[in-house]
Each structure stands twice: as C-alpha cells, then as structure tokens.
C-alpha cells in the first residue's frame, strides 16, 4: 500500500501562491492521487484528484511529475478561508483495497 | 449536492455501553467508508462497504463491527465501548470505481465514553 508523507504544517500571507507537497515513493501503476481540506468541526472535502502531469479546476492545480512519486497541490492567491489541514490520497480506484490517507499538512494563512 | 448525514454530532456514553452510529447517505453510493480521526494521527479507516451486507476491515477494526443492511445505510457498532474509542469518527460514500477516491464526507460525530 502507498504511504505518503506531507509536510506538518506550512505558513502564509494572503494572496500568495501555496505549494504543497506529497512524497509517495511507492506508488503504485494504477494508482491515483487525491487531495482534500478539511477545516475545523468538518469533514474532509474533495478537492482535486489526478494521475499524471497537471490537473487544474477552479480550486487548485495538481501537479505530478514523470515518475510520480511525489505530487504538489497548488493553492493560488490563499484567502484567510484556506486555512485548513490538507490531505493527500493515493491509492487504486478499481478495486476494494485500501485507501491511506496521509497525516494532513496544517496550512495557516495569516492577513 | 451530495448529503451524507451522521445521527449525532456529539455523544457521550460509558466504559461497557454498547454504541450505535449511523450514517446515512443519499446520492446511491455503491461504497461507504467508517473513519476515526484522532489529533496527530490523522484519519483511520475503520471498515468499509462497497455493497449491501458486503464490507472489509480497514487499518483498525479491533472494537468496531459494522452493517449495511440498505445501501443508503452503513452503521458503526462498538459491542463494548472503551475509554480509547474516545474520537471524531467520520463516514463517508463514494462511487466504484475511478470515482472511488472521491468521497463524500459526513460532519462528523465526537463521541466521549466515560
């Protein structure tokens, strides 16, 4: 199973651009990644999932490179709403194996 | 919007009581997930189910057993409930899959067992 290791917690100013990053260094063939927030007294949310290269919606952009053992999640213009603890997901969507999630990047965004 | 929907927010209960969470999802997920969170821990899969009556243990089923009896329903069981089941337990649905990585998350229920 892949384990992915993230950074505990990272820092900001509103209105940067935040990067972070995942290592899953044993990702498998069919894997795919996943990240999601998740703020304080919430759930996890969904927010981008890919595969390879680059992945952008209206939230985020995903970023893997050719080996794919690491991804960075990419936040634009943080706002105060951003804060929150990240988490990166990899594992195989076909079947019923697990899913391990990581232990969450704690992003604080200051003004 | 996907609703997924935990019965308590908060539950308090004692060491050796027998413990009911349910979970309730309305988007017709084939899969639904039972987690528990725990500070510096992150989240743990507990079990999960990807069809009626059908589930597999997760990292940590030790104290827990759950059933799925409709596919809109997954409830998790503590037969015994003890001091260390103390957690935000969260659950979850998604759909086979590609789609299996994206789930849904419910609000989330904190139970103390006193």
């Known amino acids: 199973l892949a384990k992915t290791t993230q950074p505990i917690s990272m820092d900001s100013y509103e209105g940067q651009e935040v990067n972070i990053t995942c290592s899953h260094n044993?990702?498998?063939?069919?894997?795919?990644i996943t990240w999601y927030q998740q703020f304080p007294s919430q759930g996890p949310r969904f927010i981008i999932q890919g595969y390879k290269t680059k992945v952008t919606n209206e939230v985020a952009s995903l970023f893997i490179p050719a080996d794919r053992k690491s991804s960075t999640l990419s936040l634009p213009r943080v706002s105060l709403s951003d804060t929150a603890v990240y988490y990166c997901l990899v594992g195989l969507s076909y079947n019923t194996d697990k899913l391990i999630f990581g232990t969450g990047t704690r992003l604080q965004v200051f003004p | 919007d996907v609703k997924v929907t935990q019965s308590s927010r908060y539950l308090v209960k004692r060491t050796g009581e027998k413990v009911f969470l349910e979970c309730v999802q309305d988007m017709d997920h084939e899969n639904m997930f039972w987690y528990r969170q725990d500070p510096g821990l992150g989240l743990r899969l507990i079990y999960f189910s990807y069809d009626v009556k059908m589930k597999e243990k997760g990292d940590i089923p030790e104290g827990y057993s759950v059933s799925r009896e409709k596919k809109e329903r997954f409830s998790l069981i503590l037969e015994s409930a003890s001091t260390n089941q103390t957690s935000m337990y969260l659950c979850?649905?998604?759909?086979?899959?590609?789609?299996?990585?994206?789930?849904?998350f419910g609000a989330g229920t904190r139970l103390s067992v006193l």
């Open positions: 044993n990702i498998a063939t069919n894997d795919y």
């Open positions: 979850a649905s998604s759909r086979q899959g590609l789609a299996k990585n994206i789930q849904y």
